[in-house]
Every structure is written in structure tokens, then in C-alpha cells.
Nanobody
Framework: QAQLVESGGGLEQAGGSLRLSCAAS????????MAWFRQAPGKERHFVAA????????NYYEPVKGRFTISRDNAKNTVYLQMNSLKPDDTAVYYC??????????????????WGQGTQVTVSS
């Protein structure tokens, strides 16, 4: 069972950058595909990006392509989300998630087995 802890959120101005981290407790982290989702106030949780267990497959939500980059370091049991050119619409709680299907880069939340507690990202205009 994986425990996931996100960090790196905060308040940033539009056009700025933040890097989110998600540290996993599981010694089998390298066997999981990982993803980031976000939930804005009053809205449903939505897919942002996913990466397969070895980083060979990546999937992005179209509006963040070219601005956000998902990556992972299996030696550190950590997945990252580098967010550049931030917009006020990026304001949300960001969650990381783990999928026991190592090859999947699903954009469906029900595909994921473990979730972190979330980290708040606020982008001011």
C-alpha cells in the first residue's frame, strides 16, 4: 500500500512557476504509474498529467500541455509536476495518485488506487 504526500503548493502570480512534489512511502513506487489531478472550488476533480512507471509514457490534459511537465525519480520515490506560465484558472487543490497498472497513463480518477491529501495552488492575476 502506498502513502502519498504532496508538497510545493502556494501562492504565485500569473506567469510564475511552481514545482509540486509527491513523495511515496511504498518501496514498490517504481511499479506504479503516477498522476496529478486537480480540483478547483465548486468543480469536480480533473486529470492534469500522468506518467508510467519508468517514465516512458506520459499523458497531459490538453490545456496544460507546453506549460506543465510531469517527471519522476524512482530512486527518490517521488513524482514532480513543474508548472510554468501559471494562470488564475490553474488555481486548485492538486492531488497525486498512484495506479498499480505500471503502464497506464489514464485520465480517469477511478483508475487510481492511492491518493495523497492534496496541496493548494493559488494563482493571482
Amino acid at each position: 500500500q502506498a502513502q502519498l504526500v504532496e508538497s510545493g503548493g502556494g501562492l504565485e502570480q500569473a506567469g510564475g512557476s511552481l514545482r509540486l512534489s509527491c513523495a511515496a512511502s511504498a518501496h514498490t513506487f517504481s511499479a506504479y504509474s503516477m498522476a496529478w489531478f486537480r480540483q478547483a472550488p465548486g468543480k469536480e476533480r480533473h486529470f492534469v498529467a500522468a506518467i508510467s512507471s519508468r517514465g516512458t509514457r506520459i499523458n497531459y490534459y490538453e490545456p496544460v500541455k507546453g506549460r506543465f511537465t510531469i517527471s519522476r525519480d524512482n530512486a527518490k520515490n517521488t513524482v514532480y509536476l513543474q508548472m510554468n506560465s501559471l494562470k488564475p484558472d490553474d488555481t486548485a487543490v492538486y492531488y497525486c495518485a498512484a495506479n498499480r497498472d505500471r503502464y497506464a497513463v489514464s485520465n480517469y480518477s477511478f483508475s487510481y488506487d492511492y491518493w495523497g491529501q492534496g496541496t493548494q495552488v493559488t494563482v493571482s492575476s
